[in-house]
């Protein structure tokens, strides 16, 4: 890909519409792998999304023009997946595994389309929900995030001159390849791009994939984003998210069924994925829940994606857990990617270098770190905890515990009783930075 001159086209952000989400696969891997199993198995499962910024102190409405916010949505409801986009989807090889999508999956997506929003301010936030078949509204997770986060970047940038805008990018470009010239130190480092959905923009994440590809060689192992796997001839990366347990939880009739809800969901991406993608994300309800009632099968698997609990702990926690199973964790995987930096990256590969095998997600730290590049002083393009949530599914309310009650969302009464089914073991609040 051409190197763009990022500080002359920030500047130049003054057309009609400069649209910020271009096409359908500027979004997470994942999305497609889950999308694919949802219209196989659910294919008429309602479900409500919603934006929820936990930076409430960052007031969202009053910083990002709503016309502005509508322009950007309504494009990206107009965008179709080209024909060269489903080709390479097609063919393509994913984590070794030809034809990883299924032929009428490819047809469905050529008429693909984002479904309709509702968008209002309150109280200097923007309430954004996307309501629909769970098959179409899983899909603006990701372009809604980035599109919100970009315009919060625009915004802070909107009235800096040229060589202001080029001094920034100078210091954030600094800035990162410092934090690579670190991580050439750690020689069996397995790292990809996890930085769609907070990135400052997508021409920024563009210039940090390719950092990252020309610094670390092969031990950038690929990137999150779709479009941008294409692009670069890069591995997409990506197995599945708390969406799934969530949407099955909420459409549990009884307890019974809601504390097999996490472990029906593996069963049912079993049926569809193998191999490396066989990764369980276990915080959804709680870690210490999850594998407290785990069956002996999921030992099996590939390995975990711990998300909410401090990384080595949450290791730790997995590992006890895998020799309790019989399982040797040196051929197991653990997948670390909650607000993952250069300096938690270190600290985590030095604990486990050898004991197990590893890769990291670099996210938002990655993507949008441009804390004290700001030649003004201005703090106003630090990161921001923004989500997007399901938030209902068939109209009943859905739930996200976490190992972080900071990062649960729900109706307190639904969250009480998720509580009472799961337990509130290993549950420690923390604040969310990213």
Request: hydrophobic letters at 40%; proline letters at 5%.
């Amino acid at each position: 890909m051409a190197v763009t001159d990022i500080a002359t086209r920030t500047h130049n952000h003054n057309f009609r519409l400069d649209p910020i989400v271009r096409s359908l696969l500027d979004t997470d891997f994942y999305k497609l792998l889950m999308l694919q199993m949802i219209r196989h198995l659910h294919p008429d499962t309602q479900a409500t999304f919603s934006v929820i910024n936990r930076s409430t102190e960052v007031r969202l409405a009053d910083v990002i023009d709503e016309g502005e916010l509508r322009a950007q949505l309504d494009f990206a409801r107009s965008l179709r997946f080209t024909k060269k986009e489903l080709i390479w989807l097609a063919g393509n090889s994913f984590y070794g595994n030809k034809q990883m999508f299924a032929p009428d999956f490819i047809e469905w997506l050529s008429t693909f389309r984002l479904p309709d929003y509702e968008l209002r301010k309150v109280d200097g936030q923007f309430e954004l929900h996307f309501d629909g078949p769970w098959t179409h509204t899983s899909m603006w997770e990701i372009p809604a995030l980035a599109i919100i986060n970009e315009l919060r970047s625009r915004a802070a940038m909107r009235d800096k001159g040229r060589f202001a805008l080029d001094v920034l990018y100078a210091r954030a470009k600094a800035k990162l390849w410092e934090k690579v010239e670190r991580l050439r130190e750690l020689p069996d480092l397995r790292l990809s791009d996890f930085g769609t959905r907070r990135r400052h923009g997508f021409l920024w994440q563009r210039w940090c994939v390719e950092a990252l590809k020309e610094g670390l060689g092969d031990r950038f192992i690929g990137t999150s984003n779709v479009l941008l796997a294409m692009d670069a001839d890069l591995e997409a990366i990506g197995t599945n998210a708390h969406e799934l347990p969530m949407v099955a939880a909420a459409l549990a009739e009884t307890d019974e069924e809601l504390a097999a809800a996490p472990y029906k969901v593996l069963r049912e991406w079993q049926q569809h994925y193998g191999g490396n993608l066989l990764i369980a994300l276990p915080d959804a309800f709680g870690s210490a829940a999850f594998l407290r009632d785990a069956p002996e099968w999921v030992a099996d698997w590939t390995g975990f994606r711990p998300d909410s609990a401090p990384p080595i702990e949450a290791g730790e926690q997995i590992i006890r857990w895998w020799q309790s199973q019989g399982r040797d964790p040196a051929g197991k995987l653990l997948i670390f990617s909650d607000g993952m930096d250069v300096g938690s990256i270190e600290q985590v590969y030095r604990h486990f270098h050898g004991r197990v095998r590893m890769s990291f997600g670099w996210g938002t730290n990655l993507t949008n770190d441009f804390r004290d590049c700001d030649p003004d002083g201005a703090h106003d393009l630090e990161p921001i905890s923004l989500v997007c949530k399901v938030t209902s599914a068939n109209g009943r309310p859905a739930v996200k515990l976490s190992d972080n009650p900071a990062k649960a969302t729900g109706k307190p009464a639904e969250i009480a009783r998720y509580l009472r089914v799961f337990g509130e073991a290993g549950h420690q609040r923390r604040a969310v930075e990213v």
